[in-house]
């Protein structure tokens, strides 16, 4: 392996690991990958690291002065060993972004390519409403389980719901409804579903696209193009913090 070839392998993983640590470390790798997995990047620093070391390793070796056999040798060992350009490649593209481009949850732009989910996402072995419900007031993803359960609209009138979630507007939307949103996401943000809850207020002029926000009210049966749906008739709503964590896991 040339040196060239070395230094430059060496640079993207020694890049790529720190980019999964500057992630952990500042609190945004729960922008990209559900919580449960985060253990796997701590072992993809370790990884990568190690790798890098190789590369070092084999460069400082060669300028000892290895020539002639020893040369075919690194050829031979390197097919067997080496990772390949197109590997290195691909890895290189999301190490760039993750080091160059600031991490953002996804938001309401990502809604309209991925359009707004009305039913909960399932995962198997995941925590239910009842138990979640033990801790704090049901969440968006807790409200379309229950929805799931009882597909009736009416039989949620006068419940009262307390959620946090940014603001979205579909194009479908009265000019007084809105969604308060968030993203569900069961591995990364490849798999993000979009969910909501539709409000209706006369603020809703005054509220935008990914403002976070957070809303009391009550249910009421209303309609979403020509579906009925619970709508949150709200007795406030207040501008919010985004969460440490954005996203909800079912």
Known sequence: MNRPETILKALILSG?????????????????????????SFIAVLILSAL??????????????????????D????????????????????????????????????????????????RAGSVTTAQRAATGPKNILDWLNEFTKNPDPASFNGQVVD??????????????QIWVSRFAISCCVADASALG????????????NDSW?????????????????????PDKIEPAQQPENPYLYP
């Not at 590369?55 to 056999?69: A, D, F, T």
């Not at 067997?80 to 197109?86: C, K, R, V």
Request: charged share 15%; hydrophobic share 45%.
């Open 75 to 122: 050829h031979a060992h390197d097919h067997h060993h080496g990772i390949s350009w197109g590997a290195l490649a691909i890895m290189a593209i999301p190490m760039l972004l993750g080091l160059f481009v600031p991490a953002r949850p996804l938001g309401a732009s990502a809604v309209n390519s991925r359009g707004i989910g009305l039913s909960a996402p399932q």
């Open 197 to 208: 809850l539709l409000v209706q207020t006369s603020a809703a002029s005054t509220l935008t």
């Open 163 to 176: 959620v946090i979630g940014f603001v979205y507007r579909d194009p479908r939307n009265g000019a007084d």
């Open 16 to 40: 790529l690991g720190l980019m999964f640590y500057t992630k952990i470390s500042d609190g945004t790798l729960a922008f990209y990958i559900n919580q449960r997995f985060a253990w796997l």
């Open 213 to 233: 926000i957070h809303v009391t009210g009550k249910f009421k049966a209303g309609q979403f193009a020509g579906e009925g749906v619970p709508v949150i008739i």
């Open 52 to 73: 890098a070391l190789t590369m070092v390793y084999r460069l400082i070796e060669g300028r000892q002065g290895r020539r002639g056999n020893e040369e075919e040798h």
